[in-house]
């Protein structure tokens, strides 16, 4: 167990490659609560919500999630998250643990004239993931919700073991699943009988080592690691979350400008052609000139090589530019490939 | 549960003695510690190395850690099937798993170490 931003977590229970390819090849199960729920309600939620975020909230409808960023006025990031629309003027802010008192705070600062009401709520929701290819048969089996017929990010309310539970089709692992959410008191009812369902199908409880390994692997963004306010949203190739015809938000005159003029910098992945494992902080070199440190690196369990992210100047982002990476004092060969490093098969 | 003839570092690496050589891993400990290993930087052959000095590297999906050596001595062999199955290392650590082969510089250096019931009782202290 590990100490994560105040919670107690787990970094694995049979093994990180086991766990991550459980995830791939059948179903994982994480607990996710350490995540913050904040609420926007009220008759300005929306227009509040597009004020604060680049992609188009109005597009949203009960009960459907996306996923968008909380910007600053440079277009950089102050979270990643997901917004759920619960109801009219009802929404919920899925962020991260790192960031739930900050992008509290934020929200809060940046009210102004508009009519809502915040709260947050993270102390009440528990959350758990549910993700791989057996995940929705596993799930099935125990609610009455129709989950076939679930849109990716759409969710609905339901019921597991007689509580109640919001089941979303999102996940941050590259994979088909769900994440489930509640207020119950007795969460660990959901997540055992869960795990005694899944069974048959080699359904492994996952924790913190392979959630890493596995996001990484399908591109999924880390903020602190790979995103941060000192990255904007186009530098970090999300440039399809921002909407700019839905109007001005916080950033848009910034992003605007960075589009039009082209990014002078680009997050790139890259494999390690020689021998060892990137990790966060080492030094990236093109033609022996240090330009950049590795933001997210591992070895990944399915593709079976080392991989990471990391920002280069525009002109050495050209898939199969060599690059090099300082691991530990020695120089290791790697080149730039295409993202995503994995993209599931559509089945 | 630890082989009697080996002796152990509190870095939990592991030395077993065979006339002048001795061959060198890291405890079972150690492995299940580290997780799933997936690169091993091994030495040279020839290289010298300090009594407790660090030798190599073992990478596990998660974390780096630097192994050292529980004597001094000199590299003789290394155990290059770690390169392209460094899992051997959770497998086997006390056997297919070892790492490197050195000519012992001083034998009395192993009087420092632990043995395997010691190690064993130095492991359950260690547990609080």
């Known amino acids: 167990m590990i100490e994560f931003f105040g919670w107690n977590m787990p970094v694995e229970f049979k093994g990180i490659i086991d766990e991550h390819m459980a995830v791939r090849k059948k179903a994982g199960l994480f607990d996710v609560s350490h995540m913050g729920e904040i609420s926007v309600k009220g008759p300005e939620a929306l227009e509040f919500l597009q004020y604060l975020t680049p992609n188009d909230v109005s597009r949203l409808f009960p009960i459907k999630a996306q996923y968008t960023a909380l910007t600053t006025v440079k277009g950089t990031f102050v979270d990643d998250l997901l917004i759920y629309c619960l109801g009219e003027n009802d929404y919920l802010l899925v962020v991260n643990a790192a960031n739930t008192e900050k992008d509290y705070e934020w929200i809060l600062s940046h009210k102004r004239e508009f009519n809502v009401r915040m709260e947050n709520e993270s102390d009440c929701y528990t959350q758990m993931a549910l993700q791989g290819p057996k995940a929705l048969e596993i799930l099935q089996s125990l609610t009455e919700l129709k989950l076939e017929e679930m849109k990716m990010f759409g969710a609905g309310w339901g019921s597991i073991a007689g509580e109640e539970v919001l089941i979303s089709r999102t996940g941050y692992t590259g994979e088909d699943g769900f994440e489930i959410y509640t207020l119950s008191l007795k969460p660990e009812r959901i997540y055992n009988l869960i795990l005694k369902s899944g069974k048959p199908f080699r359904l492994l409880p996952v924790g913190l080592g392979a959630r890493d390994t596995l996001r990484l692997e399908a591109t999924l963004l880390l903020y602190g690691n790979d995103i941060d306010d000192t990255t904007t949203v186009l530098e970090a190739g999300l440039g399809w979350l921002v909407k700019f015809k839905k109007g001005d938000f916080l950033g848009s005159t910034a992003l605007l400008k960075q589009k039009e003029k082209g990014v002078k910098r680009k997050i790139v992945g890259f494999e390690i052609t020689g021998r060892g494992i990137a990790r966060s902080h080492y030094p990236v070199y093109v033609q022996g000139e240090k330009l950049s440190e590795v933001t997210s690196g591992t070895y990944s369990p399915y593709l079976k090589k080392s991989i990471g992210l990391t920002y280069l100047p525009i002109e050495f982002t050209e898939v199969g530019t060599e690059i090099t990476i300082d691991i530990r004092g020695k120089l290791i060969p790697a080149k730039i490939i295409p993202l995503p490093f994995y993209k599931r098969e559509k089945s | ?128």
């Open chain 2, 1 to 128: 549960m630890y082989p009697d003839d080996f002796f152990f570092a509190e870095s939990h690496e592991w030395i077993k003695i065979q006339g002048d050589t001795g061959t060198i891993g890291i405890s079972d400990f150690a492995q299940k510690q580290l997780g799933d290993v997936v690169y091993v930087e091994l030495p040279e052959v020839g290289a010298v190395f300090g009594f407790h000095q660090s030798f190599g590297v073992v990478e596990s999906v998660k974390a780096v850690s630097d192994i050292y050596s529980p004597v001094a001595g000199e590299v003789v062999e290394v155990n290059s099937g770690l390169n392209d199955s460094p899992e051997l290392l959770n497998e086997d650590p006390h056997g297919k798993g070892w790492i490197m082969k050195i000519k012992v510089k001083d034998e009395s250096e192993l009087q420092k170490l632990m043995s395997a019931s010691e190690y064993e009782k130095f492991l359950e202290s260690q547990e609080d």
